[in-house]
T-cell receptor
Framework: QKEVEQNSGPLSVPEGAIASLNCTYS??????FFWYRQYSGKSPELIMS????GDKEDGRFTAQLNKASQYVSLLIRDSQPSDSATYLC????????????FGRGTSLIVHP | KAGVTQTPRYLIKTRGQQVTLSCSPI?????VSWYQQTPGQGLQFLFE???????NKGNFPGRFSGRQFSNSRSEMNVSTLELGDSALYLC????????????FGQGTRLTVV
């Protein structure tokens, strides 16, 4: 069973702090990794993708991938109340096979 | 550039009926995937279509089916609806599938009564 695990939370952080969201996966053949943000009642929105080990930064967001340890994380610096949402981790095998596996998401609450 | 468009946004159906949902992908995108999202199960993959062919399929019963047209628009059909089919159905498009990033539509909220 290929699985993607996330702590459901909620993760509560004060405004301005760093929020750290973690995701582990079981399929060692995974090659593509994505973070989606989903506001309540809305559809998921892609915020980061990462394909190789290391860090990838985009504005206040940093994705970190460690394939040896099979985890991917998302750091949100200078967290804002507008970042309050559920963050979904998605993992996909490569080779033209498009069957992504999503975690159930981590609820993030940024309080003023 | 227009995003992924799903219609209708909301539907209420009775058990035993069938329903058809529609998805228009981003212009130029050839891969369309469908997902079911429920509070209990999270986001689950239904199937993916690429160039009018079903390329991948998740673990859903045969009551769930789909198709893709030559203009890449896709439809999903659910026959003999059950109460448990109540969910948010999401469509996502990507240029090629595979390692391409996917963009979601706003979803269709289906309620089965």
């Amino acid at each position: 069973q290929k699985e993607v695990e996330q702590n459901s939370g909620p993760l509560s952080v004060p405004e301005g702090a760093i929020a750290s969201l973690n995701c582990t996966y079981s399929d060692r053949g995974s090659q593509s990794f994505f973070w989606y943000r989903q506001y309540s009642g809305k559809s998921p929105e892609l915020i980061m993708s990462i394909y190789s080990n290391g860090d990838k930064e985009d504005g206040r967001f940093t994705a970190q991938l460690n394939k040896a340890s099979q985890y991917v994380s998302l750091l949100i610096r200078d967290s804002q109340p507008s970042d309050s949402a559920t963050y979904l981790c998605a993992v996909r095998r490569g080779g033209g096979s498009y069957i992504p596996t999503f975690g159930r998401g981590t609820s993030l609450i940024v309080h003023p | 550039k227009a995003g992924v468009t799903q219609t209708p946004r909301y539907l209420i159906k009775t058990r035993g009926q069938q329903v058809t949902l529609s998805c228009s992908p981003i212009s130029g995108h050839r891969s369309v995937s469908w997902y079911q999202q429920t509070p209990g199960q999270g986001l689950q993959f239904l199937f993916e279509y690429f160039s009018e062919t079903q390329r991948n399929k998740g673990n859903f019963p045969g009551r769930f089916s789909g198709r893709q047209f030559s203009n890449s628009r896709s439809e999903m059909n659910v026959s003999t609806l059950e109460l448990g089919d109540s969910a948010l159905y999401l469509c996502a498009s990507s240029p090629q599938g595979g390692t391409s990033e996917a963009f979601f539509g706003q979803g269709t909220r289906l309620t089965v009564v």
